[in-house]
């Protein structure tokens, strides 16, 4: 590659600089004030350039190339996680499964196919509720938790693409009008985020004779879901 060379006021290819003083009519001179370093530095600098354009101009290849391998990293692991055992918890993966188990993770997970916590891959960090969020929830009862939490499932439901089931009607019978609904703005946030399998914990955890109930529904969209 050619080099490039600070020559009086100009910037020359270094092959070039014999010919330049006879084809170019003379610019200002240098000032007389700039020290030799100086214009050593400007020297090294211009010296630069080109490197400093190629790199440049490579930018977007790069980015083609990581974008490539990133893909091809993404194959690999679903190909690595086809040929895992599907665990109890991974059923219904990624929306319907149980957080992932912190073991597996690890590599220490000695529960196989029985473990009840969910093996595959997760890109998304599960959103929690806070100590007053949580404590929000407790102190609802059964038809205003629901009427709070409806319209959060269906917006999960619905991003998800989940096949029609049973699980909204019964929802929504018990739950109260949406007038009767809590509505806290940092509350509503934090449940925008949560999946649908962190959403309907919240009912199952504090409600569990209509989380029984519940569970079928939930049974049965992770047997119409594909892998």
């Known amino acids: 590659m050619a080099t490039l060379r600070l020559f009086r006021t100009f910037i020359d290819q270094e092959e070039d600089i014999a010919d330049a003083a006879a084809r ?6 240098p000032a007389s004030h700039k020290s030799a370093s100086n214009l050593e530095e400007e020297s090294e600098y ?16 790069l980015e083609a190339v990581e974008a490539v391998e990133a893909m091809l990293e993404a194959e690999e692991l679903q190909e690595d996680e086809a040929l895992q055992p599907l665990t109890l918890g991974s059923r219904g993966h990624p929306v319907l499964c149980r957080r992932a188990c912190v073991w597996f993770a690890k590599g220490e997970c000695s529960l196989g196919a029985t ?5 595959l891959h997760h890109e998304h960090v599960v959103v929690s509720l806070d100590k007053r969020q949580r404590r929000l929830l407790q102190d609802m009862d059964l038809s205003t938790l629901l009427a709070t939490l409806l319209p959060h499932i269906r917006t999960a439901i619905a991003a998800a693409d989940l096949p029609p089931n049973s699980l909204l009607a019964t929802l929504s019978a018990h739950a109260a009008a949406p007038l009767a609904a809590v509505h806290d703005r940092t509350l509503d946030r934090r449940l925008h ?4 399998s962190a959403l309907l914990s919240c009912i199952t955890s504090r409600h569990r004779d209509f989380g029984v109930l519940l569970q079928e529904h939930v049974d049965d969209l992770r047997r119409e879901m594909p892998r």
């Open 115 to 119: 473990c009840p916590y969910c093996h």
């Open 24 to 29: 170019r009519a003379r610019s200002l001179p």
């Open 46 to 61: 211009v010296a630069t350039l080109l490197a400093r354009s190629a790199e440049t101009f490579q930018a977007p290849e």
């Open 193 to 196: 985020r949560m999946p649908l």
